[in-house]
């Protein structure tokens, strides 16, 4: 079982490049998350997608965009990367209705923007 | 939701139950409480959940008080491995958007 499989692991930007982080389950979940976490902080979510065709944002959502391309796959995107978005993003998924707090968590991607 | 409260950071010996404790005095009925647990680098793990019945799985067992205000998770047998930081979290089963996951407490299992 994969879970959740998050692409790429490291990434290094420059100022002003654009990237899409991917993420996708295996698990038949309806709900998708995009998460990121600063040094000694806790996870700020970013986006998230309670179901196939529907996002909405999260507590930061600025200079990101999402996509739920199926029910599998949700990707995150920067457009004109900041050094701010220096961060490890984390993507998730749940089951849905009654277990939708029962999140499971991709390895990560460590992001750098120089 | 409920704010949640945890000490910042805990030691435990190796082999000995590591007792993690979580004050959320303004849980409302239909709230559960969470935990979930982050290695180093890693990303969370999901542990146990419960809303008022004390319940226990192969990871862990989890304490709530009878006054729902405040609980206890337990570790039986702390490991090295179990080093990670802890959050407990207060939610609506069912709900859509944030998992609000806070600072959580840091748990050292020491040799």
């Known amino acids: 079982n994969a879970g959740v499989t998050q692409t790429p692991k490291f990434q290094v930007l420059k100022t002003g490049q654009s990237m899409t982080l991917q993420c996708a389950q295996d698990?038949?979940?309806?709900?998708m998350y995009w998460y990121r976490q600063d040094p000694g902080m806790g996870l700020r979510l970013i986006y998230y997608?309670?179901?196939?065709?529907?996002?909405d944002k999260g507590e930061v959502p600025n200079g990101y965009n999402v996509s739920r391309l199926n029910k599998r796959e949700f990707s995150l995107r920067l457009e004109s990367a900041a050094p701010s978005q220096t961060s490890v993003y984390f993507c998730?998924?749940?089951?849905?209705?009654?277990?939708?707090?029962?999140?499971?968590f991709g390895s990560g991607t460590q992001l750098s923007v120089l | 939701d409920a704010k949640t409260t945890q000490p910042p950071s805990m030691d435990c010996a190796e082999g000995r139950a590591a007792n993690l404790p979580c004050n959320h005095s303004t849980i409302s009925g239909n709230e559960y409480v969470y935990w979930y647990r982050q290695i180093h680098s890693q990303g969370p793990q999901y542990i146990i959940h419960?809303?008022?019945n004390n319940e226990t799985n192969e990871m862990a067992s989890l304490i709530i008080t009878e006054d729902r205000k405040s609980s206890t998770l337990i570790l039986p047998h702390a490991t090295l491995r179990d080093t990670a930081v802890y959050y407990c979290?207060?939610?609506?089963?069912?709900?859509?958007?944030?998992?609000?996951f806070g600072k959580g407490t840091k748990l050292s299992v020491k040799p």
């Open positions: 419960g809303l008022k």
């Open positions: 698990m038949n979940h309806n709900s």
């Open positions: 979290i207060v939610r609506v089963a069912g709900s859509q958007g944030n998992l609000i």
């Open positions: 998730a998924s749940s089951p849905g209705g009654k277990t939708n707090e029962k999140l499971f």
């Open positions: 997608s309670a179901s196939e065709g529907t996002t």
